[in-house]
């Protein structure tokens, strides 16, 4: 927009150079040539007063006068020994001839080039040219500077928007430049305001909510537990068994909302990450659980010379767990869940492959809504959380995740990020 107003004003000022200098240049042109028109023929009258005397010593006078006009300009002087005419000038492309009778005596010529004349007037434009030029230049360093101040209020409105879609709720804008601009920087402030405390009210309600929560569903599912114990009917007992997997299954939706409460505050502090070892790290917690499935867990891909990734601190794990946790309840016993890494300058992207239904195009498109569940065990026994948490922690780190189709006929979860390096501008 600041190049767009300079050139603008720039535009508008040769505009005006244009409107009001070449309507004066023309008529100054015009004044050269009528100077010159006059003074060639004032020359000439002042010669035919000499030739007209007719005495020798006018003659004489004639002859010097004429060897001296002709050294100092460029015009040339004729004597016509007879003219019937009047005083005459007339131009034509080569030059200007201005004829002057001397009573009987003849008349004396004179033809002026009006390459001479050409010359000045080009002066003249060029001089001119020259000066609208500076004018220009001038009026272009001070056009910037002016726009850059006008729209100084402007930038600072869109820096604030950048950080505010950053999700930096602190973000405010100053309040400055003409009182337009400030009505809208005190009303985006105020706006920003009341964003930031709706959503430190919200994060705060959910966070109290699940901690609160998390007590009685505790004391709720050992009761049950109880209960089934001392319990011989097998209906009595299938009725509170399923009850008991209900508890479970808000148990995790707790556990659910208070990770996406902590994931949508707003982020806190990086630390680099060895990925190969959170893999690691992360199997080595789920085999057990694999195991009595049947379930194999492997590892694969350019695991040595990975570079580091920049993370909030236990995002990683939480996002392997939550994708890990997905896999082993959609996929059949017996099945293979592989881990695949692949290591860039650019990119660092992590691919969880499991043989379990997959997803439609449709259901992928709505995997990241909060509290959709899919097909399978995920469906009936998930929270529905488990990917909208793995989205919002990998974008708040600055990577992506997408869903494709396993090549085993599952489903991929791919995750990129950037290496620290790229990140630092190294």
Not at 18 to 33: G, N, Q
Not at 383 to 394: E, Y
Not at 398 to 418: H, K, N
């Amino acid at each position: 927009m600041i190049r767009r107003l300079s050139v603008a004003y720039v535009v508008l000022v040769a505009a005006a150079l244009l409107a009001f200098k070449v309507p004066l240049a023309i008529p100054v042109s015009e004044h050269v040539r009528d100077d010159t028109e006059a003074t060639v023929q004032r020359d000439a009258t002042a010669m035919a007063l000499l030739l007209a005397n007719g005495d020798e010593a006018s003659r004489g006078s004639l002859a010097t006068t004429i060897r001296a006009y002709e050294r100092e300009t460029p015009g040339r002087v004729e004597v016509l020994p007879t003219w019937s005419g009047g005083t005459r000038a007339q131009w034509d492309d080569v030059a200007l001839v201005v004829t002057v009778p001397a009573s009987t005596q003849g008349a004396v010529r004179i033809s002026y080039p009006t390459g001479e004349i050409d010359e000045e007037v080009w002066e003249i434009w060029a001089v001119r040219a020259l000066l609208a030029g500076g004018i220009l230049a001038v009026a272009a360093v001070l056009g910037a500077v002016a726009v850059r101040r006008l729209t100084r209020p402007l930038r600072d409105l869109h820096a604030m928007a950048g950080r505010l879609s950053d999700g930096d709720l602190t973000a405010r804008a100053p309040v400055t430049g003409p009182p337009e601009m400030q009505t809208l920087a005190r009303a985006l402030n105020s706006g920003a305001e009341r964003l930031e405390g709706l959503i430190a009210a919200q994060q705060v309600f959910v966070a109290d909510a699940s901690h609160q929560l998390r007590t009685p569903l505790t004391a709720l599912r050992l009761s049950l537990d109880n209960i089934a114990d001392g319990v011989d009917d097998p209906t009595v007992r299938e009725d509170v068994e399923q009850a008991a997997g209900e508890v479970v299954r808000m148990g995790h939706l707790v556990n659910g909302l208070l990770a996406l409460a902590r994931a949508d505050a707003t982020p806190g502090g990086t630390e680099p990450v060895c990925v190969p070892e959170v893999i690691e790290q992360r199997l080595a917690v789920w085999r057990p659980a694999a195991a009595e499935r049947g379930i194999r867990l492997a590892a694969t891909g350019s695991s040595e010379g990975a570079p580091l990734v920049v993370a909030g601190p236990g995002h990683l794990d939480q996002v392997l767990d939550n994708v890990l946790a997905n896999a082993l309840a959609v996929s059949p016993d017996g099945a293979t869940i592989r881990v695949d890494l692949q290591a860039s300058q650019d990119a660092v992207v992590i691919e969880v492959h499991d043989e379990g239904p997959g997803m439609t195009a449709d259901e992928k498109a709505r995997a990241f809504d909060r509290f959709w569940r899919g097909r399978g065990l995920t469906g009936r026994s998930g929270s529905g959380l488990g990917l909208a948490i793995v989205k919002q922690l990998v974008t708040d780190d600055g990577g992506s995740v997408v869903l494709d189709d396993a090549p085993t006929g599952g489903l991929c979860v791919r995750i990129s990020s950037q290496p620290a390096s790229a990140r630092s501008g190294g």
